[in-house]
């Protein structure tokens, strides 16, 4: 049982500085009261030193908080360490696209970057749909209207591209008030942050928005690679075998057909992704016009006339093999946290904490840059009281700490306001605490003296608050039960008898078999209980019999895995709400005459379930909250008692003499902590100083995380899964659900038996690289299988039905609903915009001029040229041109110059019904 006992800075660049980079000139930083060697400290960091939150602090600069104070005045500050932002002087300095922004409505909205430096608001059906060559704004604004920002680049974008578009994106991250995540993204590298604001997944299209005609008219990329889980990306590439993956899904884009190969080894969960990929590509770039074919790897006739579509001369790039979370190992990341001050990184970005992280490293009136290495997304914390010049200049000393480190360009910088840090970033902390459960009504009195220590406290059992669904324990379903207990000897498994359940050794371990018949329905729950001074070799020999034992019972059993000093009460419950422990190293003592001492604590107060620890007779296993029970080799028996045991747990100790000695049942000394004799002391050793309470550690429990177990050959990765659903299980999968004090180990029926005997494997990795840095032994870890899962496990996820986990059955029913749906589309329908029939005819070059003749639209200048200009014009004719996409389409009118570039809206869509009605 386990007690508690009191470098120079760089020269700078004399090249043409960008008018980002003027703008983003830190000033020095305000002179402090404090000593230069602590405020130039790496370590300095304490929050009790800076106190952020007293009300006397004196500032003449503008925090984070008082920029988002709509009653917020700006003083003309002339102190030399502040300076003042420069205002636009008039809207008309403004960028156009911005003037109608505002966060009192709430939804998504993209700009992409046209021409030099114009920016035009993306039609609602072209939003997730990305142009290689291009860059684009993102603006999300939620119900309680925070802002999340992000600028996008593509993979071929130009220099003069990037650079204007960071500018534009600072200018609107002003205009919102600075929103509270802001993020630099990159095309096959984005952040968590900005995928989820596309639920539907992203598509990469090739070329440009604009370009010369003979490119344009080219639709090379027509192939599209799924990859991803949640969030699925669709990479564009060449027709190629090269793309083909057994364990991946992809795309043809034709007409009058679609075609959606499925690998032979894809997850089901990304197989119904690629089919709703394929249905939102015809829908909203096909005018819901053409039928989907779905070709799975496994129908070998199907496979193989897929394949004489491709050609194998083209190189498929690597760069389309998106980087996820996922796919980097944890434990190779070097992940260190940075206090950032200015741009200078040897000087103003001193190392201010190494794992493992704690939430009070984050100092509010100062700025933190979390670095997990060079395939991992960069964070910059800003706290609330930090100034607002640490807001202005994040993104732009996020740059710069990655050149430093020779981190890629395509990394993602994403800045991050207090109280809006998404799940990846708060994930690496050991002791991270949500703001909102500070806030929750306590349902019990406090004292003054215990309220600050007792606020949804796990770790204190005697003055917990109560939690709602979300914090409450796990229980078990009442009924009548049925207790089997056998002890494990090597490969052997004894059977206990009844008398001696609860009993045990923590030299052993035990399964504990217990049945619940509730009606009709028997719930089964398999304990396998470890001791404190079993051998680490055999724990994973005794989770393989105990898994092994389950699959006898038909994998119907709740696998729960207990340590020593850590039942949960459920279990306290089965045994009878008592456990005697014997210690293995006093049992196997071969003096027989000597003393013996336990330990009698109160195991959980509520159920007043009692835990008997036979401890060492010496002083220093005594403790002031518990009581204690000494049997001499007289057969005397004496009871010490601490001032802070309680009632109960002096009465039980009472009882357990009669356990311990039946003679001395009637005849024991009391003997009270302070009051000690001569004689006692002679007994258990020379006095010495003794725990005044019992330490273990127990964590708080967070917000859920599910994580999908990727088991490769000679690897096992681990990919997040954000704002989950059931319909995110697969069948033939394991799932870790993550409440950081507990996890639950999900196994899919279709899992094979190779995967299943990698569980241990999978759990163990999981949390040895762990970033929180939790040990093994604090968290409580539950085996479930599909159709066994109990109350406390699906209470985590909305609308649980008995057939919402993904899996053959969906996927089949995904295909059926398909051909049913290519039955109703009409391929050999009409396409070609007959309304240029009986117009007048111009010239190509006369419809390019200013002015135009009062017969022709502006938006539809092509249904005045003849069939041969047409052709000339666009390099296709009419009836190729409208079997394209209907973002190729506007490419080759813009490239053309035919299109109308001033309204948002789409002037070439097709004058046809839509997909809903032409289905009805």
């Known amino acids: 049982m386990e007690m508690a006992s009191s470098s120079g800075a760089r020269p700078r660049s004399r090249a043409r500085r960008s008018d980002l980079d003027r703008l983003c000139d830190s000033p020095p930083r305000a002179p402090s009261a404090l000593p230069d060697r602590l405020v130039k400290s790496p370590t300095f960091i304490s929050e009790k030193t800076y106190k952020p939150y007293s009300s006397k602090r004196p500032s003449t600069s503008r925090t984070y908080l008082s920029s988002l104070s709509n009653n917020h005045v700006d003083i003309d500050v002339r102190d030399p360490g502040v300076k003042v932002k420069p205002e636009k002087s008039s809207l008309m300095d403004q960028e156009p696209?911005?003037?109608?922004?505002?966060?009192?409505?709430?939804?998504?909205?993209?700009?992409?970057?046209?021409?030099?430096?114009?920016?035009?608001?993306?039609?609602?059906?072209?939003i997730g749909f990305f142009h290689e060559g291009a860059t684009y704004i993102a603006l999300q604004i939620n119900e309680d209207g925070d802002a999340s920002l992000h600028y996008w680049i593509g993979a071929f974008a130009n220099e003069d591209h990037k650079t204007v578009i960071e500018e534009k994106a600072h200018e609107l991250d002003r205009i919102v008030t600075h929103a509270a995540i802001f993020s630099r993204e990159s095309q096959y590298h984005e952040s968590s942050c900005f995928m989820r604001l596309f639920p539907d997944g992203i598509v990469y299209i090739e070329s440009k928005p604009k370009t010369t005609v003979s490119r344009a008219s080219v639709y090379a990329k027509r192939m599209y690679r799924i990859t991803?889980?949640?969030?699925?990306?669709?990479?564009?590439?060449?027709?190629?075998?090269?793309?083909?993956d057994s364990e991946a899904a992809c795309i043809l884009d034709g007409f009058p057909r679609m075609y959606v190969w499925i690998g032979r080894h894809c997850n089901y969960a990304l197989r119904n992704k690629a089919?709703?990929?394929?249905?939102?590509?015809?829908?909203?770039?096909?005018?819901?016009?053409?039928?989907?074919i779905v070709v799975d790897e496994k129908d070998d006739v199907m496979n193989e006339a897929f394949k004489k579509k491709l050609h194998n001369n083209t190189q498929f790039s690597e760069q389309t093999q998106c980087c996820r979370p996922g796919d980097v190992d944890p434990e190779n990341a070097d992940r260190r946290m940075h206090r950032v001050s200015g741009d200078h990184v040897m000087y103003n970005m001193p190392e201010a904490a190494k794992p493992p992280f704690y939430q009070r490293y984050l100092v509010q009136r100062d700025c933190y840059l979390m670095d997990r290495g060079a395939r991992l997304p960069l964070y910059v914390w800003v706290g609330s009281q930090a100034h607002e010049n640490e807001i202005l200049y994040a993104i732009k000393r996020g740059k710069t700490f990655c050149q430093h480190k020779q981190y890629p360009e395509v990394i993602p910088i994403c800045r991050i306001a207090d109280d809006s840090e998404p799940n990846d970033f708060k994930k690496n902390f050991y002791d991270w605490r949500e703001k909102d459960t500070k806030h929750r009504q306590l349902k019990k009195l406090y004292s003054i003296g215990n309220i600050e220590r007792a606020l949804f406290s796990r770790r204190d059992q005697r003055t917990v608050a109560k939690k709602n669904e979300l914090w409450s324990s796990d229980t078990l379903p009442d009924g009548e039960d049925e207790?089997?207990?056998?002890?494990?000897?090597?490969?052997?498994?004894?059977?206990?008898?009844?008398?001696?359940?609860?009993?045990?050794?923590?030299?052993?371990?035990?399964?504990?078999?217990?049945?619940?018949?509730?009606g009709s329905f028997t719930q089964q729950v398999l304990y396998y209980w470890l001791g404190s001074k079993l051998e680490n070799d055999n724990q994973d020999s005794v989770l393989d019999l105990v898994l092994s034992m389950n699959k006898t019972l038909n994998n119907q059993c709740i696998v729960i895995r207990v340590f020593d000093g850590r039942e949960p009460p459920h279990l306290m419950s089965v045994l009878g709400n008592c456990l005697i422990i014997y210690d293995k190293e006093l049992e196997d003592s071969p003096d027989v005459e000597s003393s013996r001492m336990f330990c009698i604590r109160e195991h959980d107060p509520e159920n007043c379930s009692m835990r008997v620890q036979q401890v060492p007779v010496t002083p220093s296993s005594l403790n002031s909250s518990a009581a204690f029970v000494l049997h001499t080799p007289s057969q005397e028996c004496l009871l010490w008692y601490g001032q802070k045991s309680r009632g109960s747990e002096r009465e039980y100790a009472k009882q357990m003499i009669g356990y311990i000695s039946p003679l001395s049942k009637y005849d024991y000394s009391i003997i009270t902590e302070g009051k000690e004799s001569k004689y006692f002391w002679n007994l258990i050793g020379q006095k010495q100083e003794y725990p005044l309470d019992f330490h273990i550690e127990i964590l708080d429990r967070r917000l859920p995380r599910l994580i999908v177990c990727c088991l490769n050959k000679d690897h096992v990765s681990f990919n997040s899964i954000e704002n989950f659903q059931q319909e995110d299980?697969?069948?033939?999968?394991?799932?870790?659900?993550?409440?950081?004090?507990?996890?639950?180990?999900?196994?899919?029926?279709?899992?094979?038996?190779?995967?299943?005997?990698?569980t241990p494997v999978c759990l163990k990795r999981y949390?040895?690289?762990?970033?929180?840095?939790?040990?093994?032994?604090?968290?409580?870890?539950?085996?479930?299988?599909?159709?066994?899962?109990?109350?406390?496990?699906?209470?985590?996820?909305?609308?649980w039905t008995s057939d919402g986990i993904s899996g053959e059955k969906s996927y089949e029913l995904s295909r059926k609903l398909i051909r049913q749906e290519n039955m109703k589309i009409d391929i050999d329908k009409e396409m070609v915009d007959r309304t240029y029939v009986g117009r007048t005819k111009y010239s190509y070059k006369d419809l390019l001029k200013r002015e135009l003749p009062e017969d022709v639209d502006p938006q539809h200048k092509e249904r005045n040229l003849s069939e041969k200009q047409f052709k000339e014009a666009?390099?296709?004719?009419?009836?190729?041109?409208?079997?394209l996409p209907l973002w190729k389409?506007?490419?080759?009118?813009?490239?053309?110059?035919?299109?109308?570039?001033?309204?948002?809206?789409?002037?070439?869509?097709?004058?046809?019904e839509s997909p809903e009605n032409h289905n009805q």
Not at 275 to 290: M, P
Not at 732 to 744: K, T, V
């Open 97 to 126: 696209a911005f003037v109608d922004v505002t966060k009192d409505v709430p939804g998504l909205t993209v700009w992409r970057l046209e021409g030099k430096s114009r920016l035009i608001q993306t039609d609602e059906r072209d």
């Open 228 to 244: 991803g889980r949640k969030y699925i990306r669709a990479a564009c590439s060449e027709p190629s075998l090269e793309v083909l």
């Open 275 to 292: 089919i709703h990929v394929a249905k939102r590509i015809r829908n909203l770039q096909r005018e819901g016009i053409s039928h989907i």
């Open 483 to 518: 207790t089997e207990i056998w002890k494990i000897d090597g490969d052997k498994m004894i059977k206990m008898d009844n008398d001696q359940h609860g009993i045990f050794n923590n030299g052993n371990s035990y399964i504990v078999l217990h049945r619940i018949r509730t």
């Open 729 to 758: 299980l697969c069948e033939n999968e394991i799932f870790l659900l993550d409440l950081y004090d507990q996890i639950y180990v999900w196994a899919g029926s279709e899992v094979v038996e190779s995967m299943q005997r990698q």
């Open 874 to 883: 666009v390099k296709y004719s009419r009836d190729q041109f409208y079997r």
């Open 889 to 912: 389409q506007e490419q080759l009118f813009k490239s053309a110059r035919l299109g109308h570039t001033g309204a948002s809206e789409n002037p070439y869509r097709l004058r046809i």
């Open 767 to 799: 949390i040895a690289t762990d970033p929180a840095g939790r040990a093994d032994e604090t968290i409580s870890v539950w085996f479930l299988t599909q159709n066994n899962e109990p109350d406390s496990f699906t209470k985590f996820f909305p609308y």
